[in-house]
């Protein structure tokens, strides 16, 4: 059971470039959401999907798209790379509406814009 | 709105000695929380979780929670610290009954065991 699969582990960009971080998961969760990791300020949602064709802005969404056309993937783009956008990204999975679902997480995807 | 707050960011124990890690949180409806916790470049990992049964919650390593409803509490402890318990600390809140889904993580707290 391979849970929450990211892709790729590590990436350098340069300002102005774009790219997509893939996000796959095989547990069928219908709840999927990206978050960047920085120090000192915990975990912050970017976005998430309550289930295939809907997605909805967290709380930095800025600079960053989504869209969810299957339940197992979430892919997240980032258009044009900017420095501040160098963190740690995390992509998670739920079962949606279980009171009490934890989140399973990916191993993370370590951006570096230059 | 909900919200997490982590009440240290950093704590310090020595091996064999207790572990307190305080988290307070707010939340209009009833809350699911949990603990995670994420060692030097690795993922986050779920310690435990609280979803409105018992208010003591055990969960893996040891480690232990207590709801507390009247103190908007749910503080993670452990009687006898590890090594390799030293990690980062996460206390999240979710409500999906409030029609969000969403999970508000805390800022962390860095957990340091002596020699």
């Known amino acids: 059971n391979a849970g929450v699969t990211q892709t790729p582990k590590f990436q350098v960009l340069k300002t102005g470039q774009s790219m997509t971080l893939q996000c796959a998961q095989d547990?069928?969760?219908?709840?999927m959401s990206w978050y960047r990791q920085d120090p000192g300020m915990g975990l912050r949602l970017i976005h998430y999907?309550?289930?295939?064709?809907?997605?909805d802005q967290g709380e930095v969404p800025n600079g960053y798209n989504v869209s969810r056309s299957t339940t197992e993937d979430f892919p997240l783009r980032l258009l044009s790379a900017a420095p501040s956008q160098t963190s740690v990204y995390f992509c998670?999975?739920?079962?949606?509406?279980?009171?009490?679902?934890?989140?399973?997480f990916g191993n993370g995807t370590r951006l570096t814009v230059t | 709105a909900q919200s997490v707050t982590q009440l240290d960011s950093h704590v310090s124990v020595s091996e064999g000695t207790p572990v307190l890690l305080r988290c307070n949180y707010s939340?209009?409806?009833?809350?699911?929380l949990f603990w995670y916790v994420q060692h030097p470049n690795k993922g986050l990992q779920l310690l435990l979780k609280?979803?409105?049964?018992?208010?003591l919650v055990k969960g893996i390593n040891g480690f232990e929670a207590e709801f507390k409803k009247s103190e908007t509490s749910f503080h993670l402890t452990k009687p006898s610290a590890h090594m390799s318990d030293a990690a980062e600390y996460f206390c999240?809140?979710?409500?999906?009954?409030?029609?969000?889904?969403?999970?508000?993580f805390g800022t962390g707290t860095r957990l340091k065991v002596l020699a």
């Open positions: 998670a999975s739920s079962f949606q509406g279980a009171l009490g679902s934890p989140l399973h």
């Open positions: 547990m069928n969760h219908e709840y």
């Open positions: 999907s309550v289930g295939a064709g809907i997605t």
């Open positions: 939340s209009s409806y009833s809350p699911s």
């Open positions: 609280y979803t409105s049964a018992a208010t």
């Open positions: 999240v809140v979710s409500d999906p009954t409030s029609g969000t889904y969403k999970y508000i």
